[in-house]
């Protein structure tokens, strides 16, 4: 008797061990995760640490994509990821944080032209109606498609 339930355990054992090992290799290729320190363009799928927060970039069954942004420690949300806000992934659109940790987003397929200042705490603008001074490197790439 003591026999079976070891043998059963050993299998049992196994199964989480395949599990485990399926799980992590099938989201190592979906999913990037890194810490910005300066300028940089969010570009692909992933998860972003930056200035306490972080910016999650996920890419729907549909071929879209959606955002969100939120506070790690805290758990505010700045940005929630609204499917109803989803953007084509082969539309223009473009996510920039500048120098001073501010989001600013681009999307030609319903117009939006966002941003949220992290001297704000976070709040959304609208950085075309406000006639904002974008950073230079944001404004260089959304020149092209507007």
């Known amino acids: 008797m003591l026999k079976q339930v070891e043998v059963v355990i050993d299998l ?6 395949l599990v485990v090992f399926i799980f992590f290799f099938s ?4 999913m990037k995760s890194s810490v ?7 570009t692909v799928p992933g998860i972003y640490y930056f200035n306490g927060n972080t ?3 996920s890419n729907i069954d549909n071929g879209c994509y959606t955002f969100s ?26 996510i920039f944080i500048d120098e001073k940790k501010n989001v600013w987003f681009f999307n030609s397929d ?4 966002s941003v949220w200042l992290s001297q ?16 230079e490197k944001f404004s260089e790439k959304i020149k092209i498609h507007k």
């Open 12 to 17: 049992d054992y196994k199964k989480i061990i």
């Open 27 to 30: 989201c190592s290729d979906t």
């Open 36 to 42: 910005i320190t300066e300028e940089e363009f969010i």
């Open 55 to 57: 910016l999650k970039l």
């Open 69 to 94: 942004l939120k506070k790690r420690k805290e758990n505010i949300i700045y940005i929630d990821g609204n499917i109803n806000e989803c953007f084509n992934k082969n539309s223009f659109w473009s």
């Open 110 to 113: 319903y117009g939006n032209s």
């Open 120 to 135: 704000e705490n976070y709040k959304q603008h609208n950085f075309i109606k406000e006639k904002m001074i974008l950073p």
